[in-house]
């Protein structure tokens, strides 16, 4: 209704100028406070009032973004750490979606597998990776494991809650017309669960950004997370905020991705919608 | 033909909402069932729509036991409980799901249509207002033409000018192929007004208390002396029901807490 308002809005004869104005500079005005700092910061290292060697100025992160990528070293770095994100995303989700379906379908299930998955989640998942290092080497295989775990828990427990939160009414709405089990899982449930399971998609994604990180600065070779290593021991302030850029900039974009694959089955949703 | 015999409901939690129910509904007669509340009118109307089988007795369609929800029986919730993922459209072709394409858009377009609703077919069930959301529901379940639809106080959310507009409006779907209709309501005019029969209800455990024919020429005048004349037995016959339910909670005042639940 929000969006059929403004649409008659801006068409109608009279548009208000004032609202075409703060539609723009709305999201602009969130740039204002990062952008007057690091023009006030590269003013401060250019008149010489700091050396700015520990924190270096916009342009030498600017300049050192480009040198790494004109080597190719951010790109391969990037993939490389893509691709551990990735798998150990598809491998969480896998399982977390299984098992937290089997949890949210069945009772039975559910108190069975229920608490020992709570009681694993008790467990900062950090203070597995001795144990996984010692299983699994040092390589990718316990880097992934890792990054699955964290990815895991906030889509087991999202999917199975929104299971378990599906309108009753409406399921009784199927059973009514008589759907089989396939059907009432495919026209009620599955629709139903959507919004809340994409939402367990994008905290979990969030998660295995957080904890490749953890994995890469506890030993790796490449990576995103080797740069911040690799400028923390040669020290070079410039490449670690270079690559803490590369990780916002991927990880923000593969937020994105989510969201946008399922906006197209999501546009029935009730919310507020905020321009 | 419709037929219930001695159908009665308790609960696995021992409370005893239906106490055999035995009635004989006509094809294409209307029947309103009225009463106060907690006397078993919807455990009655869930019980001959199969969604919860009677524990004693037996619903039957055309000698064909009913145990769970059947294809002939179409059934209208107080909330209109449309899919809120589906647009009106898809909602009221819902339960056509297996049909070929063509012929399921042109019912949905022909359901639209007699609700008056086809410039929202595009629309989502969120955008539309309670009364016509409630018409979405009626058309979702008239569509595949079942042979008894049940309504489980269809209009009891909606404000009075759209509810009398709408019991006009069920009328005007029924005349089309004339299903059995069951209106469970707690509206007296309502259940006046589109009934052939009302049969009122009495609680602990819900029974049949008194029936009373409603013998007034469609379209009913509201106003008429003959209405209100027929307004004052229901009346009197929902007082009595209650009072005997007073004295009856007295002995029995246990199964009113867990059974206030159920309806």
Same mark, same amino acid.
């Given at each position: 209704?929000?969006?059929?308002?403004?649409?008659?809005?801006?068409?109608?004869?009279?548009?208000?100028?004032?609202?075409?104005? !703060?539609?723009?500079?709305?999201?602009?005005?969130?740039?204002? &406070?990062?952008?007057? +700092?690091?023009?006030?910061?590269?003013?401060?290292?250019?008149?010489?009032?700091?050396?700015?060697?520990?924190?270096?100025?916009?342009?030498?992160?600017?300049?050192?973004?480009?040198?790494?990528?004109?080597?190719?070293?951010?790109?391969?770095?990037?993939? /490389?750490?893509?691709?551990?994100?990735?798998?150990?995303?598809?491998?969480?989700?896998?399982?977390?979606?299984?098992?937290?379906?089997?949890?949210?379908?069945?009772?039975?299930?559910?108190?069975?597998?229920?608490?020992?998955?709570?009681?694993?989640?008790?467990?900062?998942?950090?203070?597995?990776?001795?144990?996984?290092?010692?299983?699994?080497?040092?390589?990718?295989?316990?880097?992934?494991?890792?990054?699955?775990?964290? /990815?895991?828990? $906030?889509?087991?427990?999202? +999917?199975?809650?929104?299971?378990?939160?599906?309108?009753?009414?409406?399921?009784? /709405?199927? #059973?009514?017309?008589?759907?089989?089990? !396939?059907?009432?899982?495919?026209?009620?449930?599955?629709?139903?669960?959507?919004?809340?399971?994409?939402?367990?998609?994008?905290?979990?994604?969030?998660?295995?950004?957080?904890?490749?990180?953890?994995?890469?600065?506890?030993?790796?070779?490449?990576?995103?997370?080797?740069?911040?290593?690799?400028?923390?021991? +040669?020290?070079?302030?410039?490449?670690?905020? =270079?690559a803490i850029v590369a990780f916002a900039i991927v990880g923000k974009a593969t937020d994105w991705l989510i969201v946008l694959t399922a906006a197209p089955f999501l546009r029935w949703e009730d919310v507020v919608r905020s321009e | 033909m419709l037929v219930l015999e001695r159908v009665g409901k308790t609960y696995p939690n021992g409370v005893h909402a239906l106490g055999g129910v035995s009635l004989g509904v006509e094809r294409g007669e209307i029947v309103a069932v009225i009463g106060g509340s907690g006397c078993g009118k919807s455990t009655l109307l869930r019980a001959i729509g199969g969604l919860d089988p009677a524990s004693e007795g037996s619903v039957t369609l055309d000698s064909e036991r009913v145990t769970r929800p059947h294809e002939k029986i179409g059934i209208v919730f107080q909330e209109p409980r449309l899919l809120p993922w589906l647009n009106v459209a898809d909602n009221v072709g819902f339960g056509l799901g297996n049909r070929p394409k063509a012929e399921r858009?042109?019912?949905?377009?022909?359901?639209?249509?007699?609700?008056?609703? !086809?410039?929202?077919?595009?629309?989502?069930?969120?955008?539309?207002?309670?009364?016509?959301?409630?018409?979405?529901?009626?058309?979702?379940?008239?569509?595949?033409?079942?042979?008894?639809?049940?309504?489980?106080?269809?209009?009891? =959310?909606?404000?009075?000018?759209?509810?009398?507009?709408?019991?006009?409006?069920?009328?005007?779907?029924?005349? %089309?192929?004339?299903?059995?209709?069951?209106?469970?309501?707690? %509206?007296?005019?309502?259940?006046?007004?589109?009934?052939?029969? /009302?049969?009122?209800?009495?609680?602990?455990?819900?029974?049949?208390?008194?029936?009373?024919?409603?013998?007034? $020429?469609? $379209?009913?005048?509201?106003? !008429?002396?003959?209405?209100?004349?027929?307004? #004052?037995?229901? +009346?009197?016959?929902?007082?009595?029901? &209650?009072?005997?339910?007073?004295?009856?909670?007295?002995?029995?005042?246990?199964?009113? =807490?867990?059974?206030?639940?159920?309806?």
């Amino acid at each position: 209704m929000t969006v059929a308002a403004q649409g008659t809005e801006t068409t109608s004869a009279h548009p208000a100028p004032g609202k075409h104005w !703060s539609r723009l500079a709305r999201p602009m005005l969130g740039l204002v &406070l990062p952008v007057v +700092l690091a023009v006030v910061w590269e003013f401060v290292v250019r008149m010489g009032w700091a050396s700015g060697r520990l924190a270096p100025p916009p342009s030498v992160i600017f300049s050192t973004f480009v040198d790494l990528a004109r080597t190719g070293e951010l790109q391969r770095n990037t993939l /490389v750490t893509l691709a551990r994100v990735a798998a150990g995303f598809g491998i969480g989700v896998a399982v977390a979606t299984v098992l937290g379906a089997a949890a949210g379908y069945s009772p039975l299930v559910r108190r069975l597998l229920d608490p020992t998955i709570q009681a694993l989640r008790a467990i900062p998942s950090i203070a597995w990776v001795p144990l996984f290092i010692l299983w699994l080497g040092i390589f990718e295989a316990s880097k992934v494991t890792l990054i699955a775990v964290g /990815v895991f828990f $906030p889509v087991y427990l999202g +999917l199975m809650g929104a299971i378990q939160s599906v309108d009753r009414k409406l399921v009784e /709405v199927g #059973r009514a017309f008589r759907l089989s089990d !396939s059907e009432m899982v495919r026209r009620i449930l599955l629709p139903a669960v959507l919004p809340a399971y994409v939402i367990s998609l994008r905290s979990g994604l969030g998660l295995g950004w957080m904890f490749v990180v953890a994995a890469e600065l506890m030993g790796a070779s490449e990576g995103l997370g080797y740069l911040l290593i690799d400028g923390q021991q +040669l020290g070079k302030p410039a490449e670690i905020i =270079a690559a803490i850029v590369a990780f916002a900039i991927v990880g923000k974009a593969t937020d994105w991705l989510i969201v946008l694959t399922a906006a197209p089955f999501l546009r029935w949703e009730d919310v507020v919608r905020s321009e | 033909m419709l037929v219930l015999e001695r159908v009665g409901k308790t609960y696995p939690n021992g409370v005893h909402a239906l106490g055999g129910v035995s009635l004989g509904v006509e094809r294409g007669e209307i029947v309103a069932v009225i009463g106060g509340s907690g006397c078993g009118k919807s455990t009655l109307l869930r019980a001959i729509g199969g969604l919860d089988p009677a524990s004693e007795g037996s619903v039957t369609l055309d000698s064909e036991r009913v145990t769970r929800p059947h294809e002939k029986i179409g059934i209208v919730f107080q909330e209109p409980r449309l899919l809120p993922w589906l647009n009106v459209a898809d909602n009221v072709g819902f339960g056509l799901g297996n049909r070929p394409k063509a012929e399921r858009a042109q019912r949905v377009a022909a359901a639209l249509e007699r609700v008056g609703l !086809s410039d929202k077919a595009k629309m989502w069930p969120r955008e539309l207002s309670g009364g016509q959301a409630q018409r979405v529901a009626i058309a979702r379940a008239l569509v595949p033409r079942p042979q008894v639809l049940l309504l489980d106080e269809p209009f009891s =959310a909606l404000d009075a000018f759209t509810r009398t507009d709408l019991q006009d409006h069920l009328l005007d779907l029924w005349a %089309d192929a004339r299903p059995t209709l069951i209106v469970v309501t707690h %509206d007296v005019d309502e259940a006046i007004v589109l009934a052939d029969r /009302v049969m009122v209800m009495c609680p602990r455990p819900g029974r049949i208390f008194d029936e009373i024919e409603v013998d007034l $020429p469609r $379209p009913r005048d509201r106003q !008429s002396a003959a209405f209100d004349f027929v307004k #004052r037995r229901v +009346l009197v016959a929902l007082d009595r029901s &209650l009072n005997r339910a007073a004295s009856a909670a007295q002995s029995e005042p246990k199964a009113g =807490a867990g059974a206030a639940m159920w309806w």
